[in-house]
C-alpha cells in the first residue's frame, strides 16, 4: 500500500528501467504517465535484453498490472509490437484519455527537425506533434477509437493536417488498430482509486532535464518529465504519491543535441561510452558523455522532493585513475549552484570539479573506501541519502546502503 515514484535526474537514459524491474518484485501495479515510445527502458535477466518503449517496465514478472496513463501519448504500432513480445494476455491497461500518435505526426517531427536551423535531435516517434496538437485539441485519443462519431472527429481535426494525410488513410489507421486496446481501456483516475490498495509504482520516462519547462529548452522532449507530471497525466492528488526516487548515473550522458555542461570531447569521453555501452535504447545513436554533474542533480533535486537516489552504473567507473564531479559552474568570472534557464548564459559557464581518487576493484557488497567517500560526497552535497548503487545491468548487480555503511 505504498506508491513510489521513479524519477530520472538527468537527460534520460539513467537505468530506470532496471531500478523498475528490481522495485516491481514487490509492487502489483506498475504506471507510465508521460511521454510515449520515445522512451527506451533496458532490463537484462539471464543475460537477456529486454526494452521498453510504449509499456511499463516490470512487466516480466507475469503477475504484475501494467497502467499507461493518460498523460502518455500512444503509438498503437509500437504498443501492438510490445504487446506480441510481453504476450496478448498481460494485464495491461490504457487510459481512455491519452492522445494518440499518428503517422502525420511523425511525418512533422521528420519535417520540423529537418526545417530547424539546429536540430533537436528528436527520437522522429512524432512525440513533439502529437503533444502540440493535444495542447492545440486537435488530437485523436484513445476514447475516439471506440466512438461510433469517430468520423466526424476526423472532420474536425482534418484541415489542420490535410498537408500530411488523408482523411480515410486516418480513418483506416484507427479502424485497423481500434481492437488492440479493446478490453484495456480504463479511466486512468478511476483505476487507480479503485486499486489504491496496491503496491504502485510510478515509472518516469526522459529525465528531469528534457522536461519541457524544467529542462534544457528547447533541447527538451515535449512532456513534463518531473514528479508533478503523475498528478497531471493520471489525475491522482499529490498524496497519492508515498515516495519519489531519483535515479542518478554515477556520470552524465545525453543523446541529441543541446547543452551538456560536463561533456568530455576525448577519450575519457570515448571510454566512458564503450565501458557503459553508451548507444541509445530507441534509436541506437552514441550518447554524449561526461562527468557527474551536481548542479543539474541539485536543480533535479529541488523539483522532484527526492527521498532517496539511486546511483547506476557506477561500475563504469571502476579502473579510473581519478574521478571528476561538476559541483559548480563559473560564469563569466562568478560561480553559480544553480542550473540558468538562457541557454546563452549556459553557454558561458565552464564546470568547476573535485576530484576523486578512483578503485580497481570489482564493485560488490562492501564496496572500496574510494567509492564510500565518492558516495558519501554525493551524498553531503545533496543532503539526500543514496539508497542503492546498481554496479552491473542484471538484475541482481545492485548493493545496498546497510551493506557498505
Ligand atoms: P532508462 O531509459 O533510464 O531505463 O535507461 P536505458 O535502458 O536507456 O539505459 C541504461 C543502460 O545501462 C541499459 O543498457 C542498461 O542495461 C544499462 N545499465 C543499467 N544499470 C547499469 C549498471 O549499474 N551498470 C552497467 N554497466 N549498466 C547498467
Ligand atoms: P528514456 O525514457 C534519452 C531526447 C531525444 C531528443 C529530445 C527530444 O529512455 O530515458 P523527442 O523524440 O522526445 O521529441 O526528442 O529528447 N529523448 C531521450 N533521451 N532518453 C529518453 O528516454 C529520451 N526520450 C527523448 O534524444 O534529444
Ligand atoms: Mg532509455
Request: glycine content about 12%; proline content about 3%; overall charge negative.
Amino acid at each position: 500500500m505504498v506508491s513510489k515514484a521513479i524519477i530520472g535526474c538527468q537527460w534520460g537514459d539513467e537505468g530506470k528501467g532496471k531500478i523498475v524491474d528490481l522495485l516491481a518484485k514487490d509492487s502489483d501495479l506498475i504506471v507510465r504517465f508521460q511521454g510515449g515510445a520515445n522512451a527506451g527502458h533496458t532490463v537484462v535477466v539471464n543475460g537477456k535484453e529486454h526494452i521498453s518503449h510504449q509499456v511499463p517496465s516490470g512487466l516480466l514478472y507475469e503477475d504484475k498490472i501494467g497502467l499507461i496513463g493518460d498523460g502518455c501519448v500512444i503509438d498503437l504500432d509500437a504498443l501492438r509490437k510490445e504487446l506480441d513480445q510481453i504476450g496478448k494476455g498481460s494485464k495491461i491497461f490504457i487510459g481512455d484519455r491519452a492522445n494518440l500518435v499518428l503517422p502525420h505526426h511523425k511525418r512533422m517531427d521528420e519535417l520540423q527537425e529537418e526545417t530547424r536551423k539546429k536540430g533537436i535531435g528528436t527520437t522522429r516517434r512524432g512525440i513533439g506533434p502529437c503533444y502540440s496538437h493535444k495542447a492545440g485539441r486537435m488530437g485523436l485519443r484513445i476514447c475516439d477509437l471506440d466512438d461510433k462519431n469517430i468520423g466526424d472527429r476526423i472532420d474536425e481535426i482534418y484541415p489542420f493536417v490535410k498537408d500530411f494525410t488523408t482523411r480515410e488513410s486516418l480513418l483506416d489507421y484507427c479502424m485497423d488498430r481500434k481492437n488492440l486496446v479493446e478490453g484495456r481501456t480504463v479511466s486512468t483516475p478511476n483505476f487507480l482509486m479503485e486499486n489504491r490498495g496496491l503496491d504502485i509504482l510510478f515509472e518516469g520516462a526522459q529525465g528531469t532535464m528534457l522536461d519541457v519547462n524544467y529542462g534544457t529548452y528547447p533541447f527538451t522532449t515535449s512532456s513534463n518529465t518531473t514528479v508533478g507530471a503523475i498528478c497531471t497525466g493520471c489525475g491522482v492528488p499529490p498524496s497519492f504519491i508515498d515516495e519519489v526516487i531519483g535515479i542518478t548515473k554515477a556520470y552524465t550522458t545525453r543523446v541529441g543535441e543541446g547543452p551538456l555542461p560536463t561533456e568530455l570531447r576525448d577519450e575519457m569521453g570515448d571510454h566512458l561510452r564503450e565501458k557503459g555501452g553508451e548507444y541509445g535504447a530507441t534509436t541506437g545513436r552514441p550518447r554524449r558523455c561526461g562527468w557527474l554533474d551536481l548542479v543539474v542533480v541539485k536543480h533535479s533535486l529541488a523539483i522532484n522532493g527526492f527521498s532517496s537516489l539511486v546511483l547506476t552504473k557506477l561500475d563504469v567507473l571502476s579502473g579510473l585513475k581519478e574521478i571528476k564531479v561538476c559541483t559548480r559552474y563559473d560564469c563569466q568570472g562568478e560561480e553559480i549552484e544553480s542550473f540558468p534557464a538562457n541557454l546563452s548564459l549556459l553557454d558561458e559557464c565552464s564546470p568547476v570539479y573535485e576530484r576523486f581518487r578512483g578503485w580497481d576493484q570489482k564493485l560488490e557488497y562492501k564496496l572500496p573506501k574510494e567509492a564510500r567517500d565518492y558516495i558519501d560526497y554525493i551524498e553531503s552535497c545533496l543532503g539526500v541519502d543514496v539508497s542503492m548503487v546498481s554496479v552491473g545491468k542484471g538484475r541482481g548487480e545492485i548493493i545496498t546502503n546497510e551493506s557498505w555503511s
